[in-house]
C-alpha cells in the first residue's frame, strides 16, 4: 500500500521555481540601558524553488530558496554617563556627560536560505519553516544632539569645568559619526507565509502573500568593549593637557540582546519547471 501511494504521489509531483520581491518594516528587539528600537524599512528580492505533490485536494510540499535584500534598525536614547580619571599629575577628576538625543540608523545587506513546508489549496497559500540568515555588509550613522556637555569636576580644588579644552570636548562635526562595522552574528529565523495566488495559465501563476519572520536568539551580540557613548582619556602629556575624546555607537555599548522582527508583503511569478520543458 505504501509503494502505491508513493508511486501516486511521484506522479502527481511538481516542480514550481518562483521569482519574488518583497517589502515592509523590521525592527529589531532589544535588551539594553535606556534604550528604544523603531521600525525601520526592509526589502528582499528572493528565488524559491518549491516541491509539491498532490494529496487529494491539497498540494503538500517543501520550499528552499536564496534571499538577497536590505534591512535597517533604528535606534535612540540619551546620554547620562559618569565615570572617573586622573590628570597628568594624579589629581582625579570625575566626568558627569550627558545629552538629551543620541539616535543611531544601521543599514545591513543580509543573504537568507529558506527551509519551509509549503501548502496550497485552491488558490490559498501557506508556508512555514525557519531561515538562516547571513548579513554580508553592515555599516551605521550616529548623531548626538548639540546639547552635549561634558563636565569634569576636581574634588582636590572643589572646581567644576564644563565643555572646555582640558575637560575633552567635541565640535559639531563631532557629533555625527558613521562608518562601517563588524558584520552580525549568524541568525535563525521563524518565518510564515499567508496569502492568495491567480492562475495565468496551467503552468505560469502570479500571487501576493503576507510574511512575517522573527529571531527566536540574539540576532547581533556587540563586539564593542566600550561602556561609555562618550569615552574620555585621561591626560597624560603635561605640555598639551588635552584628552582624546572617543564616539562610540550607541548599539555597541548599550545592547545587551537583540531580537529582529520583520513583517511585510511578497509578490511572485512563479512558473511549473515541467510543463514549461516540454
Known sequence: MFVLLASSSMLHAQHWISTGLRGGAGINLVKGNSLKSQLEPSGMLDVDYTYYWRLRHLELGIQTGVLVGYTSGGYLSSINESYSNTDYLGNQMDYTITASRVFEQTHSVAI???????????????????KVQVPVWYSNKQQISDDLSIAATYPAYGVTLVNQPITGCLNAADLMTSGRQDVADVSLLLSTEIGYEWTLTPADRVGLVAYFDGAPYCHMK??????????????????????????????????????YLAFGVKVYYRFDVQRHMK
Open 222 to 259: 556587540s563586539s564593542n568593549a566600550a561602556t561609555n557613548i562618550i569615552q574620555v582619556a585621561p591626560i597624560s602629556d603635561a605640555t598639551n593637557p588635552v584628552p582624546t575624546v572617543a564616539v562610540n555607537t550607541l548599539v555597541g555599548t548599550r545592547v545587551q540582546k537583540m531580537n
Open 112 to 130: 537568507e536560505v529558506p527551509v519551509m513546508f509549503a501548502l496550497r489549496w485552491q488558490g490559498l497559500v501557506f508556508n512555514a519553516g525557519v
